[in-house]
């Protein structure tokens, strides 16, 4: 949802090299904030006897931040204009107070499928690394997929819509937000194994 800040940032500048310069940064500071809800999750999956109620907690924690965005629609003010210097911090707060890299924990559980039946030292320190690495791939693949889909929207904007479009035809895709969350959480229940 940062991309109107990335044709934001270009339009008043009037430098078409600074859109691609903020969309960077934003995929800079989301990638940050997926790692830092899910490096902790590949730290703890040395507690296999609690998976499932891990990813049960994590998927009713995603649904309950779903259903609170829903009530409570009012959004900051002050993060309507964020300086190009600030992108990749306004990124990664926005992306942990949406709850973006929360919305991927029940699915980097999931893929994680944690069957090790030796329990020596061996076995947790390759666990902990291919889960680790595990979710590096998640947070990198989920930071690419949201750049392209945001640098294309931004790209169209710029180049196509421009200002008048951003004042005029604005939409809030808060809710679509919240229940996407609401969704992740209720099909990452239905898939437990």
């Given at each position: 949802?940062?991309?109107?800040?990335?044709?934001?940032?270009?339009?008043?500048?009037?430098?078409?090299?600074?859109?691609?310069?903020?969309?960077?940064?934003?995929?800079?500071?989301?990638?940050?904030?997926?790692?830092?809800?899910?490096?902790?999750?590949?730290?703890?999956?040395?507690?296999?006897?609690?998976?499932?109620?891990?990813?049960?907690?994590?998927?009713?924690?995603?649904?309950?931040?779903?259903?609170?965005?829903?009530?409570?629609?009012?959004?900051?003010?002050?993060?309507?204009?964020?300086?190009?210097?600030?992108?990749?911090?306004?990124?990664?707060?926005?992306?942990?107070?949406?709850?973006?890299?929360?919305?991927?924990?029940?699915?980097?559980?999931?893929?994680?499928?944690?069957?090790?039946?030796?329990?020596?030292?061996?076995?947790?320190?390759?666990?902990?690394?291919?889960?680790?690495?595990?979710?590096?791939?998640?947070?990198?693949?989920?930071?690419?997929?949201?750049?392209?889909?945001?640098?294309?929207?931004?790209?169209?904007?710029?180049?196509?819509?421009?200002?008048?479009?951003?004042?005029?035809?604005?939409f809030n895709l808060n809710v679509v937000w919240a229940l996407s969350l609401i969704l992740v959480g209720v099909i990452s229940l239905l898939t437990l194994h």
């Amino acid at each position: 949802m940062g991309w109107p800040l990335a044709v934001s940032a270009a339009l008043m500048d009037r430098k078409y090299g600074n859109l691609y310069k903020a969309l960077l940064a934003l995929a800079f500071g989301h990638l940050l904030a997926m790692l830092a809800i899910l490096l902790p999750f590949s730290v703890m999956i040395t507690l296999l006897e609690w998976q499932r109620e891990i990813q049960i907690g994590a998927a009713l924690l995603v649904i309950g931040l779903g259903v609170y965005l829903l009530i409570n629609r009012r959004h900051p003010r002050f993060l309507s204009r964020v300086p190009p210097t600030r992108l990749a911090l306004w990124s990664f707060l926005a992306a942990m107070a949406h709850g973006a890299g929360l919305m991927l924990v029940p699915i980097y559980l999931g893929i994680c499928g944690l069957s090790v039946k030796d329990t020596s030292h061996a076995a947790a320190t390759s666990l902990m690394s291919e889960n680790t690495a595990t979710a590096l791939m998640v947070a990198l693949a989920h930071t690419l997929a949201m750049t392209a889909a945001g640098g294309l929207l931004a790209v169209g904007v710029y180049h196509w819509l421009g200002l008048r479009f951003l004042s005029k035809g604005w939409f809030n895709l808060n809710v679509v937000w919240a229940l996407s969350l609401i969704l992740v959480g209720v099909i990452s229940l239905l898939t437990l194994h």
